[in-house]
């Protein structure tokens, strides 16, 4: 399984992102998704998840402001990132559940995955 995280860059506080995670060697239909988020200088936090049948989960900093979704047909997760501000800066990681199925109580968690995406940079200019 190899995920593909893409479109991070540099944005100005209110601006908007939106990032893929595109997956291969596996179909993840059956899978939660996820994303997290790592700043410099701090441990790898939960900022989303969906699971296989669509439930969707957000962190409080971030809930209001970013949509997850996912596209089965074409093995992919996105993160639509609204408002975005300062604090938001961080390498931003996709990640696959560790089992088919996983209820929403396991994908708020970085060990209810079980491959990670090398991370996109994402950089907040205030």
């Known amino acids: 399984v190899q995920l593909q995280a893409s479109g991070g860059g540099l944005v100005q506080a209110g601006g908007s992102l939106r990032l893929s995670c595109a997956g291969s060697g596996s179909t993840f239909s059956s899978d939660g998704m996820g994303w997290f988020r790592q700043a410099p200088g701090k441990e790898r936090e939960f900022v989303s998840a969906?699971?296989?049948?669509?439930?969707?989960y957000y962190a409080g900093n971030v809930k209001g402001r970013f949509t997850i979704s996912r596209d089965n047909a074409k093995n992919t997760v996105f993160l639509q990132m609204n408002s975005l501000q300062s604090e938001d800066t961080a390498v931003y990681y996709c990640?696959?559940?560790?089992?088919?199925?996983?209820?929403?109580?396991?994908?708020?968690?970085?060990?209810?995955?079980?491959?990670w995406g090398q991370g996109t940079q994402v950089t907040v200019s205030s």
């Open positions: 990640a696959v559940s560790r089992d088919r199925f996983s209820p929403m109580s396991r994908l708020k968690f970085a060990d209810g995955f079980r491959s």
């Open positions: 969906i699971t296989w049948h669509g439930t969707t």
